[in-house]
């Protein structure tokens, strides 16, 4: 039996060791961030994806290793533990397996199994199954009990049957065998419930649905559940769908063979094919198809927590405009624009309302108070909310900055997305910052701040309110969050802290630290004043050594006392830092920086046993680039003036947009209409694209083609394929078809059934409900 740690390292194909080692720093509370950055020569250099992997899968390892344990107690002391049996639960290495092996001696409630057993008629079953060519009425009389039930021969055989097909439904062996057949050839088959054809039009496209259940993906699986939750939609599992309605379960052949039962037309064996008949389609199909179709909801989960999560890292990671002093602008039309000032550390400096929209039409004195505004306070950004109204407001924002061109040059305006500004307004947290504060004002200034910088405004929202999400309200919510989590932790150690400027949600995701200390290190900021090194951070409540060792690598003191607080090089490594500035004759500040000078040390020189060559190296090159920010360079999208309402789009139009979200059928593109348009799978590029992650990103800026526009529905069809022409017919994704093969009765001779390509639907590659708004576009 392979170890736990024998089994990761082979499913992450590193060694044991690797695995071992990493373990043992996870146990000890060590964090995931600092692993991956500061004990590589532990670990091998294993990055944050692979441990997140190992730290999942080892959870999941020690669950199953702990439900081995209970089950072989509880055969145990059945006294039905033979040696092969616990070989068996000592192998399975699946929860699944496990459970089916565990499944005949599990305590449950009184069967008719159970009733027929205790009447004394399992030797009968026995006794029938083993001898197919006797008189069944014969070789029943002496189990006749009137008083226990079973007064006739018909009574006999239903409780032997019962008997019979609970054991021949617990046999371990053949659950694997169908399941294996079911995951080749299983079909699932969704279907409109009687007349809730109107109620659901939006899942028009399962009415008559039939794919194969191994190849579905994720927003498909997805949007039928949610059809069947909705009470649209039926689903059910095919596991036969070659053969003709006359013809008998292929999962019924597959219980004859395993139990080596060849049927002749005797009594006995015409029973016997009853008992096998009623075993699949009583005791195994029902089970089977729950099982199944539950499997397929958390596959489709899980691949929706993994885009979603993509997507989060994509806009965690987006470049920050900068620490300049920016206007953000919460727009609105009624209710008037928003107007909030933040200086470049992100504190508010002043706020105010505009109404430069009907039915008020103050355009001409909303010009002059931003202009006043963008001149007091040396503003040199404004970022404008994508909401209702932002393409009217962008508009006074261009006036007012062509008015003020010759004083204000550089004065730029971007628009933001407001996704999750407003849950941020009603915070907790944003109750505390701004107590007196209206909350649309609260939400402005979370829009200039966006602009300065993403993730540290993007991590005071509950990640999943972002809203880039793949049916994020439809997954396990509990395993949303910790995935999200682990994104947001990941993005803000790659990135770092500054220790004097960060909010207490920004500090709360780093590496050591939680909302508790996070808090108790603003208060003593509060209290003593900016922090000038990092062992201050040990005078901090409640945040001993341990929190330290994992935390202090990613804070980051600008202008402090030691240089290298300011860097990513952790306190640990201080001593050999300065070993390498003495070995060059100058001071660790006038070593950092400097790359003529870090060019000429050999890591080989300085290891030890502390410190090996990755280490090593990993210091000079953060010496080299002190405190870089790994994210790119800020740019934006230009919208196109004049387009500004779906109304305003025009075929084959070239417009430039930011992609909002990604999901595993295309990609959202906000073109400034208020409403995002798709630009699917097969027009993302003019080669055959699996996987939209691999062509964009949450983020980028692109140029899209307008290819269909269906104003009442409010649905865009982009494409990212400049030369593609409105209504073109593309090839790109095109199913195949096959002709299924003949599948045998059961005891006829037959062979291991074909596998066939699934029946798909036109609109197979939408899978949502914004599949109808491109029809044409996929005939």
């Known amino acids: 039996m392979q170890t736990i740690s024998q089994i990761i390292a082979h499913e992450l194909n590193v060694s044991e060791q690797q695995v071992n080692t990493t373990i043992a720093l996870l146990d000890e509370g060590s964090t995931v961030p600092f692993i991956a950055r500061y004990r590589k020569e532990a670990t091998g250099a294993l990055d944050d994806t692979q441990l997140r992997t190992l730290d999942s899968r080892l959870s999941y390892l020690r669950d199953l290793h702990e439900r081995r344990t209970v089950v072989l107690s509880s055969i145990e002391a059945q006294g039905k533990l033979s040696a092969e049996l616990k070989q068996a639960i000592l192998q399975a290495d699946t929860k699944t397996r ?37 008189d069944m009425t014969v070789s029943a009389t002496d189990y006749l009990n009137a008083e226990k039930g079973f007064a006739d021969l018909k009574a006999l055989q239903d409780g032997a049957r019962f008997i019979l097909m609970e ?74 769908p070659n053969s003709d309605s006359a013809g008998s379960s292929y999962c019924v052949v597959m219980i004859a063979d395993h139990f080596n039962l060849k049927f002749s037309d005797s009594e006995v064996d015409n029973w016997l094919k009853t008992v096998v008949t009623a075993t699949w389609k009583v005791k195994i199909a029902v089970q089977m198809e729950t099982e199944f179709i539950t499997e397929l909801r958390e596959r489709a989960e899980a691949e929706a927590i993994k885009v979603f999560a993509r997507n989060l890292n994509d806009l965690l990671m987006a470049a920050p405009a900068g620490a300049k002093a920016t206007m953000g602008l919460d727009p609105g039309i009624r209710t008037g624009v928003k107007v909030a000032i933040v200086n470049n550390t992100g504190k508010l400096m002043a706020h105010s309302t505009i109404f430069p929209h009907a039915p008020q039409n103050q355009w001409d004195k909303s010009l002059r108070t931003l202009a006043n505004l963008v001149s007091m306070h040396k503003v040199e950004l404004i970022a404008i909310g994508n909401g209702t109204g932002s393409r009217e407001t962008d508009k006074l924002v261009a006036e007012m900055m062509a008015n003020i061109k010759e004083t204000q040059p550089t004065l730029a305006k971007v628009m933001v997305s407001e996704a999750g500004a407003s849950v941020y307004s009603a915070s907790e947290f944003a109750a505390a910052e701004f107590p007196d504060l209206d909350v649309s004002i609260r939400g402005a200034v979370s829009i200039a701040r966006r602009l300065q910088d993403p993730m540290a405004e993007l991590v005071k929202i509950e990640p999943k309110s972002i809203g880039v999400g793949q ?109 390498m500035a003495a070995k060059q004759q100058v001071s660790v ?33 953060e010496l080299n680039k002190p405190g870089r920010d790994p994210r790119g360079q800020f740019k934006t999208a230009t919208f196109k003036e004049g387009v500004e309402e779906i109304k305003d789009l025009k075929l084959d139009m070239i417009l430039e947009g930011v ?88 005891g006829q001779h037959h062979s291991k059934p074909q596998k066939s390509a699934p029946k798909r639907n036109k609109n197979e590659a939408m899978g949502n409900a914004f599949a109808d708004a491109f029809a044409k576009l996929k005939k």
């Open 471 to 579: 049916y994020q309200h439809d997954v396990n919510q509990s395993q949303l969050s910790q995935s999200l989590e682990a994104v947001v932790e990941d993005s803000v150690n790659a990135v770092g802290v500054d220790l004097n400027m960060a909010s207490a949600p920004l500090l709360a995701q780093v590496a050591g630290l939680n909302k508790t200390l996070a808090k108790n290190v603003i208060n003593y900021r509060d209290e003593h004043g900016q922090f000038t090194n990092r062992k201050q951070l040990l005078k901090v409540a409640r945040l001993g050594p341990k929190a330290y060792e994992q935390a202090a690598g990613f804070l980051r003191i600008r202008d402090g006392d030691n240089p290298l607080d300011g860097s990513a090089v952790h306190p640990e490594a201080y001593n050999l830092v300065e070993t």
């Open 589 to 621: 500040a006038e070593l950092i920086g400097q790359s003529e000078l870090l060019s000429n040390l050999d890591p080989q020189t300085f290891t030890n046993d502390t410190f090996g060559v990755l280490t090593v190296t990993d210091i000079i090159d």
């Open 167 to 240: 054991r021949f439904a617990e046999d371990a062996n053949l659950l694997r065998k169908l399941r294996l057949h079911l995951k080749r050839n299983a079909m699932l088959e969704s279907k409109v419930v009687k007349n809730k054809q109107q109620e659901g039009a939006k899942f028009r496209d399962y009415f008559e649905h039939t794919e194969a259940l191994a190849k579905i993906p994720s927003h498909r699986a997805l949007a039928m559940l949610r059809g069947r939750n909705e009470g649209v939609l039926s689903l059910s599992l095919n596991a036969d």
């Open 98 to 134: 496990l459970e089916d092996l565990y499944l005949p001696y599990k305590p449950k409630r009184r069967t008719k199994g159970q009733i027929a057993i205790e009447a004394g008629l399992e030797p009968l079953a026995d006794y029938w199954l083993q001898h197919r060519d006797v």
């Open 659 to 746: 992609v909002s979200n990604v999901t595993n059928f295309g990609a959202f593109v906000d073109v400034g209409v208020h409403q995002d348009g798709l630009v699917h799978i097969s027009s993302l590029t003019d080669k055959f694209v699996s996987d939209p992650h691999t062509i964009v990103k949450a983020g980028d800026v692109v140029k899209v083609k307008v290819m269909e526009v269906d104003a009442a529905r409010k649905r865009i069809s982009l494409s990212m394929r400049l030369d593609e022409k409105a209504g073109e017919v593309k090839e790109t994704h095109k199913p195949e078809h096959k002709k299924p093969p003949h599948k045998p009765h059961v």
